[in-house]
T-cell receptor, first 117, second 114 residues
Framework: ETGVTQTPRHLVMGMTNKKSLKCEQH?????MYWYKQSAKKPLELMFV???????ENNSVPSRFSPECPNSSHLFLHLHTLQPEDSALYLC????????????????FGAGSRLTVL | AQSVTQPDIHITVSEGASLELRCNYS??????LFWYVQSPGQGLQLLLK??????LVQGIKGFEAEFKRSQSSFNLRKPSVHWSDAAEYFC????????????FGTGTRLKVLA
């Protein structure tokens, strides 16, 4: 399998549930990203990891907890979410996370559609 | 502040007609520029990118875009639209220093009439 794979593709959860989104990339990239896509809003960057270290947290509420155990895997742990957190969550990867490492592009997964009831 | 503006939220064209999607950006230096396409329920697929050099760049699926520094624009064009081009199109600028990240526009939804 190649590219960026996200699971599950669809998730419905109650506000008191705890769930996780998973992202896996088979591209040999070192940087991984979480973006949130809500209707009628630009894609919002949430987190950036470079070589498993978090390099960016875009003021994301603590009910979203990322985890990057290695350069190929990225998780987004969800707990006590609100209905306004319903969105498409996109994972992306890149060869390096530093802008100076070259003009690489981000490769995106298909996304996980989250609905919070 | 860095920003990307896509002034057209929706565009409808007839199949076979030409297409131009507008994108304007605000960035302090020469940016890296991208166009992505998103079909329903899917992630973002890269159409084309501009890093430097020739300001007219060719992409996949017959798309091209022209970087105009004086207008801070990076408009996407296609001479003849196919029904399968119906999707949402996103323009993005990436940072060229610090942590590499994209800033996206709000997207333009393209509808193609048979």
């Amino acid at each position: 399998e190649t590219g960026v794979t996200q699971t599950p593709r669809h998730l419905v959860m109650g506000m008191t549930n705890k769930k996780s989104l998973k992202c896996e990339q088979h591209l040999g990239h070192n940087a991984m990203y979480w973006y949130k896509q809500s209707a009628k809003k630009p894609l919002e960057l949430m987190f950036v990891y470079n070589f498993k270290e978090q390099t960016e947290n875009n003021s994301v509420p603590s009910r979203f907890s990322p985890e990057c155990p290695n350069s190929s895997h990225l998780f987004l742990h969800l707990h006590t979410l609100q209905p306004e957190d319903s969105a498409l969550y996109l994972c992306a990867s890149r060869k390096g996370a530093s802008a100076s490492s070259g003009a690489n592009v981000l490769t995106f997964g298909a996304g996980s559609r989250l609905t919070v009831l | 502040a860095q920003s990307v503006t896509q002034p057209d939220i929706h565009i409808t064209v007839s199949e076979g007609a030409s297409l131009e999607l507008r994108c304007n950006y605000s960035y302090g230096a020469t940016p890296y520029l991208f166009w992505y396409v998103q079909s329903p329920g899917q992630g973002l697929q890269l159409l084309l990118k501009y890093f430097s050099g020739d300001t007219l760049v060719q992409g996949i699926k017959g798309f091209e875009a022209e970087f105009k520094r004086s207008q801070s624009s990076f408009n996407l064009r296609k001479p003849s639209v196919h029904w399968s081009d119906a999707a949402e199109y996103f323009c993005a600028v990436s940072t060229t220093s610090g942590t590499y990240k994209y800033i996206f526009g709000t997207g333009t939804r393209l509808k193609v009439l048979a």
